[in-house]
T-cell receptor, first 111, second 111 residues
């Protein structure tokens, strides 16, 4: 069965650079979630979209923005990267009353 | 969402049953009990959920106390692939809302 696809899987950036993470939900899933998991931490919710509109907002820094496109894929844009942004970034998708399905994550390292 | 309490870590021998406890003494009548797990270097994965009655699926069983103040995730025969962090999450909101991960239980399985 198709799963959530995230790209890239690994990313290395310098401080103050920008990064764009992409998420391709499971086909026919209309809701996308972004989570951040720092080293040794539990996943923390950042932001979510339903039918291309922002639906919930968590602890997402102002330096980050995200959107969901007409094909339901989503992108997380991160600017002015800081060392503390180094983390695993997970995308999850959902349809209807189903549970959330998580992607494999993007590991971001900021040097 | 109501708070849950889980042991930091547990250990099990391979092919033996594992009982992972979760205390949720402040649970409300409309809270569903969800379990997710996160295998090493992977995104979280849905395991099971329930409201009042015990639940079974191909992955695990969920035993819910009569007063609903605690629950137990049961893995009937632990395998090395079950080594993961297990999260017990209470949700009183529609499935569209994001997950709030607390401190889970790190399960180690010994061959």
């Amino acid at each position: 069965a198709a799963g959530v696809i995230q790209s890239p899987r690994h990313l290395i950036k310098e401080k103050r650079e920008t990064a764009t993470l992409k998420c391709y939900p499971i086909p026919r899933h209309d809701t996308v979630y972004w989570y951040q998991q720092g080293p040794g931490q539990d996943p923390q919710f950042l932001i979510s979209f339903y039918e291309k509109m922002q639906s919930d907002k968590g602890s997402i820094p102002d330096r980050f923005s995200a959107q969901q496109f007409s094909d339901y894929h989503s992108e997380l844009n991160m600017s002015s990267l800081e060392l503390g942004d180094s983390a695993l970034y997970f995308c999850a998708s959902r349809a209807g009353w189903e549970t959330q399905y998580f992607g494999p994550g993007t590991r971001l390292l900021v040097l | 969402d109501a708070k849950t309490t889980q042991p930091n870590s547990m250990e099990s021998n391979e092919e033996e049953p594992v009982h992972l406890p979760c205390n949720h003494s402040t649970i409300s009548g409309t809270d569903y009990i969800h379990w997710y797990r996160q295998l090493p270097s992977q995104g979280p994965e849905y395991v099971i959920h329930g409201l009042t009655s015990n639940v079974n699926n191909r992955m695990a069983s969920l035993a819910i106390a009569e007063d609903r103040k605690s629950s137990t995730l049961i893995l009937h025969r632990a395998t090395l692939r079950d080594a993961a962090v297990y999260y017990c999450i209470l949700r009183d909101k529609p499935p569209s809302t994001p997950l709030v991960f607390g401190k889970g239980t790190r399960l180690s399985v010994i061959a």
